[in-house]
């Protein structure tokens, strides 16, 4: 009875207790009633842990899989000074540091999926990489990839290509070779759908992939490739030109202009750039007018 009680006073729903109940023999309940107490007590780590307990002699206990939600979102919110803490020396590129911060976030939530994914992979960095040693345009693309590998919403296609950007333009550093190795072995089909000539630049490949996809009517294809460029060289007039071009066939018009403006800022006497814009100008000026009533 403790248990269900505390299942509808927690509004883990009267439908999930009334599934639970009948099922209930005396080791779950047990648990249920262990889980409920550290939860109630504030110490979610431990009701976790006990709804873990329940879920693995019964996989099939909605109640115990939702409270641990409940649980992890209560301490999200307790966490939240180390994790802007965590995310502040990620940023600076202190990844020992950081992986010690992570360390006690992990003993605040040790089930977090996310977390013990992620100490996976920082270990590996911070074992190459402790710091980031100087915030050359080097070191710079090496932390954009590292913050693209880490992040929750990993992009590692663009990870791997910025930390080979790096690797070009810091060829003595034997810090990124490693880096890329590693982030090979995580992700071998970053390697086995590389399409990169062997002596072809990052940037110019990703530019000339970009083309390609203008050419096949593939523009958003077209527009993330030159995006991914601009990240790390967002003074790249190429980029800015082929973003526009690719802009202008999806018909978003703002962004072509703005592409091209930002590119006739970095090459004023481009003349190619200035028909570009006059055409959208006459283009804008043309655009029927709504009628008025």
Do not use: C
């Not at 202190?94 to 999926?113: F, I, V």
């Amino acid at each position: 009875m403790k248990t269900l009680i505390l299942i509808l006073a927690l509004g883990a729903g009267t439908a999930s207790a009334q599934e639970a109940a009948p099922t209930l023999g005396s080791e779950l309940r047990e648990l249920y009633d262990k889980a409920f107490s550290y939860y109630v007590a504030e110490d979610y780590s431990k009701a976790i842990e006990y709804w873990n307990l329940v879920l693995r002699s019964d996989p099939k206990q909605v109640t115990a899989r939702n409270m641990i939600e409940e649980a992890r979102q209560k301490m999200a919110g307790t966490s939240a000074s180390l994790k802007s803490a965590f995310a502040r020396l990620l940023e600076r590129g202190r990844y020992a540091e950081a992986l010690m911060k992570l360390e006690e976030m992990l003993a605040s939530d040790p089930t977090s999926p996310y977390y013990q994914k992620l100490q996976g992979k920082l270990r590996r960095i911070a074992d190459l990489a402790p710091q980031k040693p100087s915030s050359s345009k080097a070191w710079t693309a090496a932390g954009e990839a590292i913050a693209s590998w880490l992040s929750e919403k990993e992009d590692l296609p663009f990870a791997y290509d910025a930390l080979r950007y790096a690797s070009e333009l810091s060829p003595a550093d034997k810090t990124f070779p490693r880096l890329i190795k590693a982030l090979e072995t995580e992700s071998p089909q970053l390697k086995l759908n590389d399409t990169k000539p062997e002596n072809a630049g990052i940037l110019d490949h990703k530019k000339e992939m970009a083309l390609h996809h203008i050419y096949d009517s593939k523009f958003y294809l077209a527009v993330k490739e030159l995006e991914g460029v601009l990240r790390l060289d967002p003074s790249d007039v190429t980029a800015l030109k082929r973003l526009g071009s690719a802009y202008v066939q999806l018909k978003d018009y703002r962004m072509a202009k703005q592409a091209w403006q930002k590119a006739l800022k970095l090459s004023p006497e481009d003349e190619q750039l200035k028909e570009y814009l006059d055409a959208l100008e006459q283009a804008a000026q043309q655009k029927p007018q709504p009628a008025r009533g």
